[in-house]
Nanobody, 125 residues
Framework: QLQASGGGLVQAGGSLRLSCAAS??????MGWFRQAPGKEREWVSA????????YYADSAKARFTMSRDTAKNTVYLQMNSLKPEDTAVYYC??????????????????????WGQGTLVTVSS
């Protein structure tokens, strides 16, 4: 139900835009996660349906922007000023319901119901 795309190889300081198309329905909360080799999957950003504000992990603040195109049922993650430590497989995730605002910065992998297949982002130094 979730199709992520947009990953690739980019030099440090460059930009990429990831897309996640949701098919069949609108979800209450959409999120982006990433998993670097040998590390646990970590939360990057999230946005609730009907809201304009997105929430970010500290590692993503001021560099990444999550947005939504409601007509296309697609969310995006614009990543600027990329660093080698951003190298990871990026996953989009969806939750049936809306995560309460106070939990948006703490919601983890177990708070989401559906996962995309992941798209690899490699940032070279």
């Amino acid at each position: 139900q979730l199709q992520a795309s947009g990953g690739g190889l980019v030099q440090a300081g460059g930009s990429l835009r990831l897309s996640c198309a949701a098919s069949g329905r609108t979800f209450g909360t959409m999120g982006w996660f990433r998993q670097a080799p040998g590390k646990e999957r970590e939360w990057v950003s999230a946005m609730r349906s009907g809201d304009t504000r997105a929430y970010y992990a500290d590692s993503a603040k001021a560099r990444f922007t999550m947005s939504r195109d409601t007509a296309k049922n697609t969310v995006y993650l614009q990543m600027n000023s990329l660093k080698p430590e951003d190298t990871a497989v990026y996953y989009c995730a969806a939750r049936n319901g809306r995560i309460i605002l106070s939990e948006m910065n703490r919601a983890g992998v177990y708070d989401y119901d559906y996962w995309g297949q992941g798209t690899l982002v490699t940032v070279s130094s």
